[in-house]
């Protein structure tokens, strides 16, 4: 079936320097990813959408200058969280809806981001 | 807007009997998708099960289905013979297909199985 897969699945960081997630569709291409931030205990929260070829749309409240997409081609997609703070640690998991006729979309593994 | 709502934050259940999970949705559109996701500690999210609005029959998935009352909007996950492996994180999700197929999700019931 459809994988979605994301590396790193942890990272530690320092405090100001930034982090670059990366999210690859593996068998099958994804004009369309989507961002999300789970903070412990709580759902998953939207983030942006990634577009390949154009840009992001970023949910209202998310700063586009501080998680940067890039969405370079079909399969894959970056989220890179500039100048991190300890607040941006998170659980950040993408996911791509299938468009091979099925409905459900796929979820990445997740990247678990603490910063110090 | 388009609103989940999962009003239990968390269930216990005794293995081998039968829970069910609550979810509500508000939108005004006719046509969306409606998805229930186990989330084990490990995080990865885990698809349950699919509804469809225009869909007839309530959607089963083996020990899983989905209890769907258009007119109440509500979707509720009854799960039968619950597992010790069913412990997790259960959120329903809302697809918005005017907006690209983003999922909406809801809070999240937390279940726990006792042996």
């Known amino acids: 079936g459809a994988v979605v897969s994301q590396h790193p699945s942890r990272v530690i960081c320092k405090s100001g320097t930034s982090v670059k997630i990366e999210c690859r569709s593996l068998?099958?291409?994804?004009?369309?990813m989507f961002w999300y931030r789970q903070f412990p205990k709580q759902s998953l929260m939207l983030m942006a959408t990634?577009?390949?070829?154009?840009?992001?749309?970023?949910e209202q409240g998310v700063e586009k200058d501080k998680f940067l997409i890039n969405h370079a081609s079909l399969t894959l997609s970056t989220l890179t969280v500039t100048s991190a703070h300890p607040e941006d640690s998170s659980f950040y998991i993408c996911s791509a809806p299938y468009a091979g006729g099925r409905y459900e979309q796929y979820f990445g593994p997740g990247t678990r981001l603490t910063v110090t | 807007a388009q609103k989940i709502t999962q009003t239990q934050p968390g269930m216990f259940v005794q293995e081998k009997e039968a829970v069910t999970l609550d979810c509500t949705y508000d939108t005004s559109d006719q046509s969306y998708g409606l998805f229930w996701y186990k989330q084990p500690s490990s995080g990865e999210m885990i698809f349950l099960i699919y509804q469809g609005s225009y869909d007839e029959q309530n959607a089963t998935e083996g020990r899983y289905s989905l209890n769907f009352q258009k007119a109440r909007k509500s979707a509720n996950l009854v799960i039968s013979a619950s597992q010790l492996g069913d412990s997790a994180m259960y959120f329903c999700a809302m697809r918005d297909y005017n907006q690209g197929g983003k999922l909406i999700f809801g809070q999240g019931t937390e279940l726990s199985v006792k042996p």
């Open positions: 990634s577009n390949e070829g154009s840009k992001a749309t970023y």
């Open positions: 068998d099958f291409q994804a004009t369309t």
